[in-house]
């Protein structure tokens, strides 16, 4: 499968702390995407990186990214009720498709 | 602001019914595409329409069929509806690039 895989499954952290999750994928990729899901909605594209770049940030988002290992972190810094949400990590490989993984939830508790 | 509507958030049907999902997108988008999205699966896709009259079989097409007649409009439909497609149904377009997906607010359909 292309499927891209997030770790954790679930995290729940304090407002105000960091949550890092991370992504593995099995082949080559053109670029890899994140996504916010809010209370099962329909995704929202957080932050593209492309396939020659290490690191990107927007926000309090920062996006790696090792193609050699293969994997990507998300990490959301001084986090808010409001980044409570599912974030899904899609490789996209040389073609139209993204493969999107199951997800990590992701709790900030009051 | 790109807006991608799709025709129900909730919907109940019974077995062997024929459902229409309708997807409506206003931002003049040649690509659209059809996942659903199943706890613990995450997203797979059932269609993708490059043009007008033209689709691709995603990783599911089986017991899917769509249709799209205008480019603003995608239907997916479900010829005899079965209780293993129950499940949330997502509509996304993108532009040309194939990079961001827009998706619309998804449908939860429940087949008795």
């Known amino acids: 499968s292309q499927q891209g895989e997030e770790d954790p499954q679930a995290l729940s952290i304090q407002e105000g702390e960091n949550a890092t999750m991370n992504c593995s994928y099995k082949?080559?990729?053109?670029?890899l995407q994140w996504y916010r899901q809010n209370s099962g909605r329909g995704l929202v594209h957080l932050i593209l990186?492309?396939?020659?770049?290490r690191e990107k940030h927007s926000g309090r988002l920062r996006v790696t990214l090792d193609t050699s290992k293969k994997s990507s972190s998300l990490l959301i810094t001084a986090s808010r009720a409001a980044d409570t949400a599912s974030y899904f990590c899609?490789?996209?490989?040389?073609?139209?498709?993204?493969?999107f993984g199951a997800g990590t939830t992701v709790t900030v508790r009051a | 602001d790109v807006k991608v509507t799709q025709s129900s958030r909730y919907l109940v049907k019974r077995t062997g019914e024929k459902v229409f999902l309708e997807c409506v997108q206003d931002m003049d988008h040649e690509n659209m595409f059809w996942y659903r999205q199943d706890p613990g699966l995450g997203l797979r896709l059932i269609y993708f329409?490059?043009?007008?009259?033209?689709?691709e079989k995603g990783d599911i097409p089986e017991g899917y069929s769509v249709s799209r007649e205008k480019k603003e409009r995608f239907s997916l439909i479900l010829e005899s509806a079965s209780t293993n497609q129950t499940s949330m149904y997502l509509c996304a377009t993108s532009g040309p690039s194939y990079n961001e997906q827009f998706f619309g607010p998804g449908t939860r359909l429940t087949v008795l």
């Open positions: 329409s490059y043009d007008v009259k033209m689709k």
């Open positions: 899609a490789p996209k490989h040389n073609d139209y498709k993204l493969s």
């Open positions: 990186i492309r396939s020659n770049e």
């Open positions: 082949t080559s990729i053109n670029n």
